[in-house]
């Protein structure tokens, strides 16, 4: 469903605070500890120790990232994550890749709205370099996207899908 909305005093006052803490994530050389603390923070819940995520990471809110266990993010990625992105256990994601779970209203008065959809990577899938991820996308287990695929649909699970816009080539075996 979409949500078009614009943003509340209380998602100010989030992103606020998220801010300076993004772009300390970015300005300084950190551990791959300190990154996952710092990311914590951000957040609002605790990233796992299995996980890790190269710099520089961008991201315009980060408080509705959800993250599983022994994900690889790669280094240049970029996650709008005011809709809600949803990462489970076991994800790769190249080097910048973007996952986008906000648009805005094509009409010309509403432009500035936000549509919010959120964005679910399930379980083993990998995202390839420089993929695009739009809101309201679903990519299904062990699925992969190619190298700078635009992904504008659900992908199945089991799938490798390529393409502007994507679709699938083939399917894995589970």
Known sequence: MIKSTTLTPEQKVLIAKTKPLIQRL???????????????TIMGEPVDASNEVRL??????????????NIFINTGVTFSDLGGIYIDD?????????LLSVGHPVAPAKRHELELQPVHVKRNAWI???ARILPGVTVGANAVVGAGAIVTKDVPANTVVVGVPAKVIRELEA
Not at 26 to 40: G, P, V
Not at 56 to 69: R, V
Not at 90 to 96: A, C, F
């Open 90 to 98: 076991d994800v790769l994601i190249g080097p910048g890749a973007s």
């Open 56 to 69: 520089p990471f961008f991201t315009d809110n980060g408080f509705n990232t959800h993250l599983g266990k």
């Open 128 to 130: 390839g370099a420089n």
């Open 26 to 40: 970015n300005s300084a050389e950190h551990t791959d500890d300190e990154i996952r603390q710092l990311l914590s």
